[in-house]
């Protein structure tokens, strides 16, 4: 089977992480316009290298190779090998990232390409490598900020998830006309049972355990509220066990880690179901220029107001495009664990107020943050790019 659309991404698929939530939607919604496509992303595992679902294929990237600037070339290679056989029916090739873009974008050695590519960017890893990858020398992001510049001069439309990654894509030389605000989104989830293992009264974090993320300001702040002994801080984290390590050794040196419960790599409906049932949910991203530079829309913050929680979140911009300060929770100054704590403790001792937050915040993700009107939104994308005048020869 030849392929009209393709979805391509160096990320693993699926997965608990928000990413892979992404992902899934995003797919979605370009295979449904092009009675299926390729799915090429990252493997390992458990998971198989190739698997078909109906008129969907995904291809899966498992080759074990430790250096990440090694394993990104290996990926890039791999996937142009993936598209070449679908180039005369391929129509639009949607990717998430420079390696994902490079194979996309190229020209092929007889011909240049005759499908469409629109490059979605919910992270620029010249910023980010800075801080997932902090013995990266100087030429390398250099090189890494070059093909970012490369594959976004050569893409049809650029698709950004918040307007502060628009600002820095923008910054990057791509004209105002070629980006387009897609923001992330969430489904309000229907009312579900409380967890049989969760607390009485309970805190939750809800993603990854990045430097960035701010657990450890959130543990810092937690420890502020050793007064209310009956409260408990959930960490519902996206990644295997062993990542928490570092700071698991933070709790226990901070004094709260028998405070502390640990989850990790849960379905996707039983975090929805932590987040439903707690008190409040705390999103304490650093103010580094990981966050600042390339802000994206969290989905930490989206899910919890979907589920009716207030949020205590940094006051960052990209943070800001979702929520207001006293309306779906309080936002504070990054990195200031007794400011956090501060705002964490009004919302608990004003149980009706802080319901009243999530209530609206629920409604605002209903009128403004659903995944059908993302969903839309990146229609109306692949609307300005493709062509249906001309359909071309389909091979089955």
């Known amino acids: 089977m030849r392929h009209r659309a393709a979805y391509v991404a160096f990320d693993r698929f699926p997965s608990s992480k928000g990413s892979a939530v ?20 990252i ?84 910023i980010e490598m800075a801080h997932t990858w902090p013995w990266a020398a100087p030429s390398t992001l250099a090189k890494v900020r070059e093909l970012e510049r490369h594959c976004l001069e050569r893409s049809d439309a650029v698709v950004v998830p918040s307007r ?27 009312p579900s049972q409380r967890p049989p293992d969760a607390p009485e009264r309970y805190l939750v974090y809800v993603g990854a355990l990045q430097p960035w993320q701010g657990l450890d300001v959130l543990l810092r702040a937690f420890a502020r509220l050793a007064d209310l002994p009956d409260l408990r801080l959930v960490v519902c984290a996206s990644v295997p066990e062993r990542r928490a390590k570092p700071l698991r050794r933070a709790a ?3 004094g709260v880690a028998d405070r502390v419960d640990w989850r990790f790599t849960l379905p996707h409906h039983e975090v929805a179901a932590w987040l439903a049932h707690a008190e409040v949910s705390v999103a304490p991203l650093t103010g580094c220029a990981r966050n600042l530079d390339q802000g994206c829309a969290p989905l930490k913050v989206i899910e919890s107001m979907a589920a009716g929680v207030p949020v205590v979140a940094s006051d960052l911009p990209a943070v800001r495009e979702l929520m207001a300060d006293g309306e779906h929770g309080r936002l504070v100054p990054a990195d200031r664990p007794a400011e956090l704590a501060r705002a964490v403790r009004v919302l608990l001792e004003y149980p009706a107020e802080a319901a009243a937050m999530g209530r609206r915040g629920r409604a605002h993700i209903a009128a403004d943050l ?14 300005t790019v493709h062509d249906t005048s001309t359909p071309p020869d389909r091979e089955r």
């Open 43 to 126: 493997g390992g595992g458990d998971l198989p290298r190739y698997q078909r679902e109906g008129t969907r294929e995904i291809a899966r990237f498992d080759e074990p190779v430790p250096n990440l600037i090694d394993r990104a070339e290996a990926f890039s290679a791999w996937v142009a090998g993936h598209l070449e056989p679908h180039l005369d029916t391929l129509e639009v090739c949607h990717v998430r990232d420079p390696w994902s873009a490079l194979p996309a974008v190229a020209d092929g050695p007889r011909r240049r390409r005759r499908h469409k590519v629109v490059y979605e960017v919910n992270g620029l890893p010249s």
């Open 252 to 254: 226990e040196r901070i």
């Open 370 to 383: 659903t995944w059908a009107r993302s969903r839309a939104e990146l229609a109306a994308v692949y609307d």
């Open 164 to 190: 502060v990654i628009g600002a820095a894509v923008r910054g990057l030389g791509v004209p105002d006309a070629k980006v387009h605000l897609v923001p992330n989104g969430a489904d309000v989830p229907q």
């Open 22 to 41: 992404h992902i899934a939607q995003m797919a979605d919604e370009l295979f449904a316009r092009f009675d299926g496509g390729l799915l090429c992303a």
